[in-house]
């Protein structure tokens, strides 16, 4: 009798065991899918790459994974080694969304996607462990896509953003940030601020003021020159002033307007300045 009342509180306790995991399992998947329907129903915080045949750069993070979405199933994968790449959603795999998560704290790892529609996404991922300009959830889309523009906002061109950088102007679906910062320079002569910077889709804009700090010497400024990144990411670049005069001698001041690809960061930005030598007139004007 014992015996048998002893079996009977093993099976029942064993069946309690069995329903408490099944109730977990259930509940842990339900909690899964919901947090996942949320990610992805927050389209607006996507931030778009537009790709066409040369290599995109994109910003991650080390130690939470990425989303990436595609228009297609991802076939294929190279260059990933250093990477785990594997569908966001693992208890309902989809290719066309994969969650990227790197294996190094820093530095640049080169990865193409295939897709199942013969598209190619080449990018140059590049890993830190805290990158302001990281973004957690991107959405790749080729150049000639048919739902390339937001749908919320209105179509921008690099060259309405330029003119509303000119007026200083916000932006619908644009985060304008004013803000006055210190920028590297590669002329000793060249003094360099940060002023605004708007972030959207598909663009970032830079605001950059720019002095030239010599008593003797020009300081001229190319636009033609200005690089965002490697691969170069600048679409259009605007100077008030190509020439920057010594102090007390004319103008030494101007602002350069820089429209970028919006997967590019202010720290990517190189401004090309050359000093010239001011050339002395003679007794005469001659």
């Known amino acids: 009798m014992e015996k048998s009342i002893g079996v009977l509180n093993f099976e029942s306790i064993a069946g309690l065991l069995q329903k408490a995991i099944v109730t977990l399992s259930i509940g842990l998947y339900f909690i899964f899918v919901v947090f996942f329907a949320l990610l992805l129903s927050s389209r607006a915080e996507a931030k778009t790459v537009i790709y066409g045949s040369g290599m995109e750069q994109v910003r991650i993070k080390y130690g939470a994974p990425t989303v990436f979405r595609f228009q297609k199933a991802v076939q294929t994968i190279t260059g990933a080694g250093r990477l785990q790449v594997e569908p966001a959603n693992k208890l309902d795999p989809n290719y066309k969304i994969l969650s990227v998560d790197p294996r190094f704290t820093n530095g640049v790892n080169e990865v193409t996607f295939f897709l199942t529609d013969n598209s190619v996404v080449r990018t140059k991922i590049l890993v830190s462990p805290n990158d302001p300009a990281a973004d957690s959830f991107y959405d790749f889309k080729g150049r000639d896509s048919d739902d390339i523009a937001d749908e919320n906002a209105p179509p921008m061109t690099e060259v309405e953003l330029l003119k509303a950088m000119y007026r200083s102007e916000g932006i ?59 691969p170069n990411m600048a679409i259009l670049s605007q100077s008030d002033e190509s020439t920057l005069f010594p102090k007390g001698k004319g103008i030494n001041e101007t602002l350069v307007r820089v429209v970028a690809k919006n997967t590019s960061s202010s720290r990517d930005v190189v401004l090309a300045m050359e000093s010239e030598e001011v050339e002395e007139k003679t007794k005469g004007g001659k």
């Open 172 to 230: 619908p679906g644009y985060k304008l940030v004013r803000t006055s910062q210190s920028f590297p320079s590669k002329n000793g002569n060249g003094s360099v601020e940060l002023l605004r910077i708007y972030q959207g889709n598909p663009f970032n804009g830079y605001v950059f003021k720019i002095r030239n700090t010599s008593w003797r010497k020009n300081l001229e400024i190319d636009v033609r020159h200005i690089t965002v990144g490697n």
